[in-house]
T-cell receptor, first 116, second 114 residues
Framework: DAGITQSPRHKVTETGTPVTLRCHQT?????MYWYRQDPGHGLRLIHY???????DKGEVSDGYSVSRSKTEDFLLTLESATSSQTSVYFC???????????????FGPGTRLTVT | GNSVTQMEGPVTLSEEAFLTINCTYTATGYPSLFWYVQYPGEGLQLLLKATKADDKGSNKGFEATYRKETTSFHLEKGSVQVSDSAVYFCALSDSGGGADGLTFGKGTHLIIQP
């Protein structure tokens, strides 16, 4: 158990509304990630963080923003949700301290988001 | 860029059958390779990993060998059980620059029948 929780676990929202998903970790890991999982695509990286207030874009970052004001929390915001953002969102941490990124990651339980 | 290719399935086997799930990759650097498993309604769990050529990762009866010459990391198990039914993801983590994060295959849905 990597001590990762995500909230909410399920959410239904309407097109055009803002949505924020929260990832919380208890072990002070420096690196945190947000992925989305869609049928036929596996998991794709949205954004990641390498420290407090240090974030960068991943493969599918359009329409998403992130913030990390504390080591333990990494927030993903959909500024104006669209139906194409209906997905399952996973947070992950990487316990390694090096910048090379070759270590494994550990995942939270996921948030299922439906945009109607 | 980086990519991972794996059979999508579903793959249906009988209990005690031999399992192989193929995984091949392309990477710009020298990647680490992983297999993750996802049970219904849950997050991904790390199943095994290998960090350099010819390394063999193993866990819970599953094995995979890092083959640099064929850029492959096939998952095998000698005798599957109904409880192995899940979705399996091959992934890589590359040190070759670019965005941090894992690159995943699309996942293989495995169904084991009693």
């Amino acid at each position: 158990d990597a001590g990762i929780t995500q909230s909410p676990r399920h959410k239904v929202t309407e097109t055009g509304t803002p949505v924020t998903l929260r990832c919380h970790q208890t072990e002070n890991h420096r690196y945190m990630y947000w992925y989305r999982q869609d049928p036929g695509h596996g998991l794709r990286l949205i954004h990641y963080s390498y420290g407090v207030k240090d974030t960068d874009k991943g493969e599918v970052s359009d329409g998403y923003s992130v913030s990390r004001s504390k080591t333990e929390d990494f927030l993903l915001t959909l500024e104006s949700a669209t139906s194409s953002q209906t997905s399952v969102y996973f947070c992950a941490i990487r316990p390694g301290t090096g910048a090379s990124g070759r270590d494994e990651q550990y995942f939270g339980p996921g948030t299922r988001l439906t945009v109607t | 860029g980086n990519s991972v290719t794996q059979m999508e399935g579903p793959v249906t086997l009988s209990e005690e059958a031999f399992l192989t799930i193929n995984c091949t990759y392309t990477a710009t650097g020298y990647p680490s390779l992983f297999w993750y498993v996802q049970y219904p309604g849950e997050g991904l769990q790390l199943l095994l990993k290998a960090t350099k050529a010819d390394d063999k990762g193993s866990n819970k009866g599953f094995e995979a060998t890092y083959r640099k010459e064929t850029t492959s990391f096939h998952l095998e198990k000698g005798s599957v059980q109904v409880s192995d039914s899940a979705v399996y993801f091959c992934a890589l983590s590359d040190s070759g620059g670019g965005a941090d994060g894992l690159t995943f295959g699309k996942g293989t849905h495995l169904i084991i029948q009693p």
